[in-house]
């Protein structure tokens, strides 16, 4: 049952250059969608979050994009600095706060 | 920054052997959880507990696992019997209703 879908495992971007990471969900009730990032041997840590009625939520490199219609999510990370090379984890909910529906995570590599 | 706790860091087991994994979560959160990642796969909810109480739990939390808040700031999940399955990081989690805070995770090794 993948609620949540992270299709592309892995990710490999140029220092400086935009990194695109897309999110799929099939649950049209989810109402809050959420992006974490994970390095190893620690928990995930809060990135930036986006309500359903919004399309769009920005936070300094970091941007996410909600398209209700298709039922995609991305996150752009501009520009991409190597101590973004993370495991990047997408998620949803359906009350703030409450309990997340995790995709299966793309691994980011910034190369310098 | 507050931060959820979490203990031990690694633990080693024998199959069959009760576990259990500590968390301390953030003091004026309300809701907590325990969610777990298989080497390679997602991170998997487990249960959410709110008011002393299990509010969801999942398919995965079955009989042999329980959860307790002692003495109302210790959050623990234990396993009784584990199974060379139940090898995984588990995360605890809190929130305050707004986004989840989670820990560093405890990898449990059962062998």
């Known amino acids: 049952d993948q609620q949540v879908k992270q299709n592309s495992p892995s990710l490999s971007v140029q220092e400086g250059r935009i990194s695109i990471l897309n999110c799929d969900y099939t649950n049209s009730m989810f109402d809050y969608f959420l992006w974490y990032k994970k390095y190893p041997a620690e928990g995930p840590t809060f990135l930036i979050s986006i309500s359903s009625i919004k399309d769009k939520n920005e936070d300094g490199r970091f941007t996410v994009f909600l398209n209700k219609s298709a039922k995609h999510l991305s996150l752009h990370i501009v520009p991409s600095q190597p101590g973004d090379s993370a495991v990047y984890f997408c998620a949803a909910s359906w009350i703030e706060g409450g309990k997340l529906i995790f995709g299966q995570g793309t691994e980011l590599s910034v190369k310098p | 920054e507050p931060e959820v706790t979490q203990t031990p860091s690694h633990q080693v087991t024998q199959m069959g052997q009760e576990v259990i994994l500590r968390c301390v979560p953030i003091s004026n959160h309300l809701y907590f959880y325990w969610y777990r990642q298989i080497l390679g796969q997602k991170v998997e909810f487990l249960v959410s507990?709110?008011?002393?109480?299990?509010?969801?739990k999942s398919e995965i939390f079955d009989d042999q696992f329980s959860v307790e808040r002692p003495d109302g700031s210790n959050f623990t999940l234990k396993i009784r019997s584990t199974k060379l399955e139940d090898s995984a990081m588990y995360f605890c989690?809190?929130?305050?209703?707004?986004?989840?805070?989670f820990g560093s995770g405890t990898q449990l090794s059962v062998l």
């Open positions: 507990f709110y008011n002393n109480e299990i509010s969801e």
């Open positions: 989690a809190s929130s305050g209703a707004e986004k989840l805070f």
